[in-house]
């Protein structure tokens, strides 16, 4: 399938499916026969791998991170104890996020008392 045809697929925007190509998340094939134009072909097995880096991103991993875990993960590098790793480490960093996301609350919880007494 064509790059379009991926997107539509996957719901993600061309552009994004170029930037992570030439990012080195996947790789199209070109046919060797053609020579007019540049275009790619990608295979049913990038749709799941374009959905694995989609919910990746949707719970927090960097596209560093996704890079990684996806280059581990295809030359077999990770066992199931790597990958429960990488996830308690991502909820680690959550826990971490949540209570600075708390702090942030109470601050502007507290700023906007201060604006209905007139003290600020």
Do not use: H, P
């Not at 996947?26 to 990038?46: L, M, Q, R, S, V």
């Not at 949707?58 to 790597?82: C, H, Q, Y």
């Not at 949540?98 to 906007?112: S, W």
């Amino acid at each position: 399938m064509l790059i379009n045809e991926l997107s539509k697929r996957t719901g993600i925007s061309i552009a994004t499916l170029r930037y992570y190509e030439t990012y080195g998340l996947f790789k199209g094939t070109a046919n060797e026969k053609i020579k007019t134009n540049n275009y790619k072909y990608y295979d049913e097995d990038i749709i799941e791998k374009i959905n694995l880096i989609k919910g990746a991103k949707e719970v927090g991993f960097t596209l560093a991170e996704i890079k990684d875990l996806l280059e581990k993960w295809d030359n077999k590098k990770l066992s199931t104890e790597k990958k429960i790793a990488a996830v308690q480490s991502k909820i680690k960093e959550v826990d971490v996020k949540i209570q600075q996301l708390k702090e942030v609350k109470k601050l502007l919880t507290r700023c906007t008392e201060d604006i209905r007494n007139g003290t600020c």
